[in-house]
């Protein structure tokens, strides 16, 4: 079945860090990757996706490629702020409408 | 466009009651998602509709689980004599699947605490 992996947190960084959460997936043929975050309290909001390989896909100073070769869709970021400490979900859709989604990496950004 | 809304926000329940929850799509909408979230993990899919017709439904929703969307727009999941093990996050999403279909929005969830 479709499952993805992502890198554990929780990841502790300073503003103006670079910032990279890998994710790995298994699909059969060629899913949809995406990247959702969830900030304190509030619901899922999608970040940026990628709907075939090579894609790039980038939001908000993220950014994230849809590698096929690798099966990797990893996110990055060149400086991050302390707004952006929050929980990232990468997941996938293949056809059948249900995302898969990864456990979640917790990001804290210290000022 | 107010986007996805769930109501309540919160609920806090005695083990073996029932509870019911509702979520209101966002108005162009015709795929509606439900989803439950534990501590610690990603979001697990539960059931899809398409219109008003149930679609598909997971293993993860026991006989206990209904959810229903009688006009095609607002959803309620009810869950009947709750257990420990149901509290959860219950996330509902909604998608247009005439653009952008694979793109699902979330609202902002459901906490259920089973006391």
């Known amino acids: 079945g479709n499952s993805v992996t992502q890198m554990e947190g929780p990841v502790t960084l300073s503003e103006e860090a670079f910032l990279t959460i890998n994710c790995t997936y298994t699909?059969?043929?060629?899913?949809?990757l995406f990247w959702y975050v969830q900030y304190p309290g509030e619901g899922l909001q999608l970040l940026l996706k990628a709907t075939k390989a090579d894609d790039k896909g980038s939001n908000k100073g993220f950014e994230a490629t849809y590698r096929k070769e690798t099966t990797s869709f990893h996110l990055e970021k060149g400086s991050v702020q302390v707004s952006d400490s929050a929980v990232y979900f990468c997941a996938l859709i293949r056809n059948d409408y249900k995302l898969s989604f990864g456990a979640g990496t917790t990001v804290t950004v210290r000022a | 466009d107010t986007g996805v809304s769930q109501d309540p926000r919160h609920k806090i329940t005695k083990r073996g009651q029932n509870v019911t929850f509702r979520c209101d799509p966002i108005?162009?909408?015709?795929?509606l998602y439900w989803y439950r979230q534990t501590l610690g993990q990603g979001p697990e899919f539960l059931t899809y509709f398409q219109n008003e017709a149930q679609l598909e439904k997971s293993r993860l929703l026991s006989d206990r689980f209904s959810a229903e969307r009688p006009k095609g727009s607002f959803s309620t999941l009810e869950i009947q004599r709750t257990e420990q093990g149901d509290s959860a996050m219950y996330l509902c999403?909604?998608?247009?699947?005439?653009?952008?279909?694979?793109?699902?929005?979330f609202g902002p969830g459901t906490r259920l605490t089973v006391l």
């Open positions: 699909a059969t043929g060629y899913p949809s």
């Open positions: 108005s162009e909408h015709n795929r």
């Open positions: 999403a909604s998608s247009f699947s005439e653009r952008d279909s694979d793109t699902q929005y």
